[in-house]
Every structure is written in C-alpha cells, then in structure tokens.
C-alpha cells in the first residue's frame, strides 16, 4: 500500500463502533471514504491484479461484519473510491479505485478489487 496514513489496522472498523456505542451512545455509524492506495500496474494480460487493496478491504469488510454481527450500530460502509482520481496531497500518483483509469486514454478497467466488492454487495458476505 503506497500511502503513511494506512497505519490504522483493519480493527478499528470493529473497534469504533464498539466503543462509540459504549462511551457516546451513538446508534449509528457509517464507515465513508474506507480504502487504501496501491501501486498496482496493468498486466500484459489487461489485468490490474491488486492483491495489497483485496487484502486490505476484505480485512477491514470481516471487521465491520464483525461488529454488525454483535449488534454495534454500524450501518453503512462506503469504500474510497470507484475510480482512479487526482487527490489533493498525491496528485495523480497514487491509484486508490476498484477500478483503473488510463489518464490519456480514460479507458477504464475493473480491478480485482472491483471483482470482490462486487460479490460482497451480491452476496452480502465476505469472501
């Protein structure tokens, strides 16, 4: 993962809402702007095989289920972001999207991530 922020481990999506309910007795929480930066390329095959960002949502997606499952007040997760972007701090040098963007072409391919989040969405579970 090519970003310093990403020091927060995959608990905390277990651990906040456990703890907002408990000490601020906050009924929900939702989860926006939750992904990780990579430095994944396009294959020869026209794959992007970002194995670092699968890792890191299921992690972090196994967490909130975790929570849901116990009854603490999450109730919405939003993962950053569909697409590659320009971010204020990396500019366009960091890839943060499900799915690659080719910045002259602006041909776009789904990711491998993009693969796993939407099979969690239709199945609503974690592979």
Known sequence: MASPSLIIGPEIAYRAPR?????????????????CSSNDRLAPDGHVYDTDRV???RAHLHQAHRAV??????????LWSLMDNFKWADGYGKRFGLYYVDFKT???KPRLSA?????????NTVA
């Open 55 to 57: 890792m890191y949502l």
């Open 115 to 123: 693969d796993l989040y939407r099979q969690t969405i239709r199945t």
């Open 69 to 78: 499952s116990e009854g603490w007040p999450v109730k919405g997760y939003f």
């Open 106 to 108: 602006q041909d776009r």
């Open 19 to 35: 703890h907002l309910k408990q000490i601020r007795n906050v009924n929900e929480v939702y989860y926006t702007e939750n992904g």
